[in-house]
Structures are given as structure tokens and as C-alpha cells.
């Protein structure tokens, strides 16, 4: 696979897709046959081969992001507290982009523990964090990414606000302009993860997406649609395939993120499935399965707690439920809990009423009650979409 850099950027003002691609490499082309001598660059794309252009976000945005980028002299980047692969993997992207046109880049979130979770170790450009202790004060530019709201910057919420310039780089429906943070606002709830916009933030801005980019802007992907089952659309697989055209190590990322948990977390969710609850008449008749994973329960197998993310993904599995819930333990003893929707239910909505937030289908928030407490709040606003 070659490595030089290709040529998929997007003219600024948006080429469509197909232009993105290599020669070769794009629609119609490749293994799939076609009659001699008709020019391909003559042909017109089909029209199911036309993704939907532009989203949430008007073109003058794109631009005064792209030109607050280009002017400034160093760049702050931060993502949200606890970073999902999303978030951290968008971030990277945009960072190792930057610096590959000798940018001055810094890039953090706002953990009091600061550490990047065990799954995402594999990510490129770990080089690019600092601790928030070390993160500009008061950025001339700083961007965020998957950041919903400004809470979920933890410790770097200080240095957004002081922040001469804040680019916000989201795709959290719950993320809207009237309630939303920041001076400029790149956020398309239509995204399937917020790697789709770090991804056309990049080739606006010229810079080419070698291996490692992609492999951060893959991760996002990836894992923001559970491996390519929620949010799927052409757009999506396009994405993928540029990006895999990279030549990435897709198998190498998937073992990363789903082959390697610690054999303790089999125990674990041995004890959450065990103890697992499914209420067929919870919301509104959808039904609902919920269960809890508990400190000690994690302390018995010496189980971090980032360690617990998964076990929605088993407990969501029960196909009498509509609506999936976990409440996990965290060290100081708060209940972090995780809310999935089959596509009847608005979590996303229900959660930001016991203030959290997230999307419709995915969201969460947290309590300082116990489990049936929490359920006792939350079972009444589980309502339909
Ligand atoms: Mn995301």
C-alpha cells in the first residue's frame, strides 16, 4: 500500500465524494467489469451512489472553522472526560494532521485521572497529550470533540471559557445552538460519529490522511456504530472504505477494541447477566432489562472501571426490551449509568432530564442514588420517540 499522500481532499467549497477518491479506487471502477471504451470520467454518478451533501452545517461555517485553523499559532484540542473512541480518535486525527504540516498542536481531556483507557492504547499520536494541568490556559484557538456540553470537558472547561476562539466538532443531537457552547459551531446530529466531520475537517483543509489518521478516524467510526449496525448509511461504508484504502490494520484495531478485555470482565458480567432484570411492561410496553455492576463486583476480580463499558452491549442483546440499562459503580461510589435504545425509546431525552445527554438511541447520565432508586426516576420517562 502506498503511503504517499492521496488525493481525496476535498476542494474547499466541497467536491462530491466520488471526486475524493484515487484514481482506481472510486465507484465503478476496480474489479468490477465494464465494457471497454466508455470513459469513466464522462459518466455520471449514478444517482443512489449521491450521498446527501452538507448536513447540519452551512458551507460559511466550514470555512470560518477551516480559516480559524489556518491562521492560529498553536492549536488546543481537547475531547470529553473518560474518551470513547469517538472522541479521542477524532481528536488524534485532527492532531496528527496538524502536525504533520508542522503545526504547533496540543491535545488533552479533562480526567482527574488523567490516562488514556486501556482499549484505546493503540491509538497513533498519544504523543500529541498533555495532562490538563499542562494545557494552554486560555487557547487563541481551541477546538473540542464529541463534546456535547461544556461540563463534559471536566477539568479543561475553565480553559474552553477562556479561550479566545472555541470550535466546537460534535455530532450529539442534544448539542444545539441555544444551549450550546462555543464560538464557532461545526455539529451535525446527522453524523454517524463525530470522526465524519474530523474527517472533512481535514481534507478542507488540504491535509492528506495517511495510516494513522485513518486509523483514528476508523476507531471513531467504528465504534460510534457498534461495528457497523446502528446509523449505517452509504456515507458511512464510503467513509470506511477511504479510509481503509490506507491501508490500516482493521484487524489489528478490532482486536484491540473487543478481543482484548481481562478475564475478569467475563466475571463480571457473569454477575451482572445473573442479576439482570427484564420488564416486559416498562416503556410504554417496550419493555425494558436493566442491571447494575457494583464496586465490589469489579474490586473481586481487580477490574478498573473503565473496564465495565461492554456489558450494555451484552445486556442490550434481549430482544423483549426495547430500552437496555446499566448502572456501573465508579471509584468514588457514583452510579454511571448507560441507557440504549432499540429505536422506540428516547433515551437520549430521558437521560438529559436526570442531567445527562447523549443521542436518542445511546445516552446516559449519572446518579448518587442506588440502582432501584435510579430506575424509580428514570422508568417514568422512558416514552417514545
Ligand atoms: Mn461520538
Given at each position: 500500500?502506498?503511503?504517499?499522500?492521496?488525493?481525496?481532499?476535498?476542494?474547499?467549497?466541497?467536491?462530491?465524494?466520488?471526486?475524493?477518491?484515487?484514481?482506481?479506487?472510486?465507484?465503478?471502477?476496480?474489479?468490477?467489469?465494464?465494457?471497454?471504451?466508455?470513459?469513466?470520467?464522462?459518466?455520471?454518478?449514478?444517482?443512489?451512489?449521491?450521498?446527501?451533501?452538507?448536513?447540519?452545517?452551512?458551507?460559511?461555517?466550514?470555512?470560518?472553522?477551516?480559516?480559524?485553523i489556518?491562521?492560529?499559532?498553536?492549536?488546543?484540542?481537547?475531547?470529553?472526560v473518560?474518551?470513547?473512541?469517538?472522541?479521542?480518535?477524532?481528536?488524534?486525527?485532527?492532531?496528527?494532521?496538524?502536525?504533520?504540516?508542522?503545526?504547533?498542536?496540543?491535545?488533552?481531556?479533562?480526567?482527574?485521572?488523567?490516562?488514556?483507557?486501556?482499549?484505546?492504547?493503540?491509538?497513533?499520536?498519544?504523543?500529541?497529550?498533555?495532562?490538563?494541568?499542562?494545557?494552554?490556559?486560555?487557547?487563541?484557538?481551541?477546538?473540542?470533540f464529541?463534546?456535547?456540553?461544556?461540563e463534559?470537558?471536566?477539568?479543561?472547561?475553565?480553559?474552553?471559557?477562556?479561550?479566545?476562539?472555541?470550535?466546537?466538532?460534535?455530532?450529539?443531537?442534544?448539542?444545539?445552538?441555544?444551549?450550546?457552547?462555543?464560538?464557532l459551531?461545526?455539529?451535525?446530529?446527522?453524523?454517524?460519529?463525530?470522526a465524519?466531520?474530523?474527517?472533512?475537517?481535514?481534507?478542507?483543509?488540504?491535509?492528506?490522511?495517511?495510516?494513522?489518521?485513518?486509523?483514528?478516524?476508523?476507531?471513531?467510526?467504528?465504534?460510534d456504530?457498534?461495528?457497523?449496525?446502528?446509523?449505517?448509511?452509504?456515507?458511512?461504508?464510503?467513509?470506511a472504505?477511504?479510509?481503509?484504502?490506507?491501508?490500516?490494520?482493521?484487524?489489528?484495531?478490532?482486536?484491540?477494541?473487543?478481543?482484548?478485555?481481562?478475564?475478569?470482565?467475563?466475571?463480571?458480567?457473569?454477575?451482572a447477566?445473573?442479576?439482570?432484570?427484564?420488564?416486559?411492561?416498562?416503556?410504554?410496553?417496550?419493555?425494558?432489562?436493566?442491571?447494575?455492576?457494583?464496586?465490589?463486583?469489579?474490586?473481586?476480580?481487580?477490574?478498573?472501571?473503565?473496564?465495565?463499558?461492554?456489558?450494555?452491549?451484552?445486556?442490550?442483546?434481549?430482544?423483549?426490551?426495547?430500552?437496555?440499562?446499566?448502572?456501573?459503580?465508579?471509584?468514588?461510589?457514583?452510579?454511571?449509568?448507560?441507557?440504549?435504545?432499540?429505536?422506540?425509546?428516547?433515551?437520549?431525552?430521558?437521560?438529559a432530564?436526570?442531567?445527562g445527554?447523549?443521542?436518542?438511541?445511546?445516552?446516559?447520565?449519572?446518579?448518587?442514588?442506588?440502582?432501584?432508586?435510579?430506575?424509580?426516576?428514570?422508568?417514568?420517562?422512558?416514552?417514545?420517540m
Amino acid at each position: 500500500m502506498t503511503t504517499s499522500p492521496h488525493t481525496w481532499a476535498a476542494a474547499p467549497g466541497g467536491a462530491e465524494p466520488e471526486q475524493r477518491y484515487r484514481p482506481g479506487t472510486g465507484p465503478g471502477t476496480g474489479s468490477r467489469a465494464r465494457p471497454q471504451g466508455r470513459p469513466t470520467a464522462a459518466r455520471p454518478a449514478p444517482p443512489w451512489r449521491r450521498p446527501a451533501r452538507g448536513g447540519a452545517i452551512d458551507e460559511q461555517t466550514w470555512r470560518r472553522a477551516v480559516a480559524a485553523i489556518e491562521s492560529a499559532e498553536e492549536v488546543a484540542l481537547a475531547c470529553h472526560v473518560s474518551p470513547d473512541g469517538d472522541a479521542l480518535g477524532s481528536m488524534l486525527a485532527l492532531g496528527l494532521a496538524l502536525r504533520g504540516a508542522g503545526r504547533h498542536v496540543v491535545a488533552s481531556f479533562g480526567d482527574r485521572h488523567f490516562a488514556v483507557p486501556r482499549l484505546l492504547r493503540f491509538l497513533p499520536g498519544q504523543e500529541l497529550l498533555v495532562a490538563p494541568a499542562e494545557y494552554p490556559a486560555a487557547p487563541a484557538l481551541m477546538i473540542t470533540f464529541d463534546v456535547a456540553t461544556v461540563e463534559r470537558l471536566g477539568l479543561l472547561e475553565d480553559n474552553a471559557r477562556n479561550a479566545a476562539e472555541l470550535l466546537v466538532v460534535d455530532h450529539h443531537a442534544s448539542n444545539v445552538a441555544a444551549t450550546g457552547f462555543g464560538t464557532l459551531r461545526l455539529v451535525d446530529p446527522t453524523a454517524a460519529a463525530t470522526a465524519v466531520l474530523a474527517e472533512e475537517l481535514i481534507t478542507r483543509l488540504g491535509l492528506p490522511v495517511d495510516e494513522h489518521i485513518a486509523t483514528c478516524l476508523y476507531t471513531g467510526l467504528v465504534t460510534d456504530t457498534g461495528s457497523f449496525r446502528y446509523g449505517v448509511t452509504p456515507a458511512v461504508h464510503d467513509m470506511a472504505g477511504r479510509l481503509v484504502a490506507t491501508g490500516l490494520a482493521t484487524d489489528a484495531i478490532t482486536r484491540a477494541l473487543w478481543e482484548g478485555n481481562p478475564f475478569g470482565y467475563l466475571k463480571v458480567l457473569a454477575t451482572a447477566l445473573e442479576r439482570a432484570t427484564l420488564e416486559p411492561l416498562a416503556a410504554e410496553a417496550h419493555g425494558l432489562v436493566w442491571t447494575y455492576v457494583t464496586r465490589d463486583d469489579r474490586a473481586a476480580v481487580a477490574l478498573p472501571y473503565e473496564e465495565v463499558e461492554g456489558v450494555i452491549d451484552v445486556v442490550r442483546q434481549a430482544g423483549e426490551a426495547d430500552v437496555a440499562v446499566v448502572l456501573k459503580q465508579d471509584d468514588e461510589g457514583l452510579w454511571q449509568v448507560s441507557a440504549r435504545s432499540k429505536g422506540a425509546i428516547d433515551v437520549g431525552r430521558a437521560c438529559a432530564a436526570l442531567g445527562g445527554g447523549g443521542h436518542a438511541r445511546a445516552a446516559g447520565f449519572t446518579s448518587h442514588l442506588p440502582p432501584d432508586d435510579t430506575l424509580a426516576l428514570l422508568r417514568p420517562l422512558l416514552t417514545r420517540m
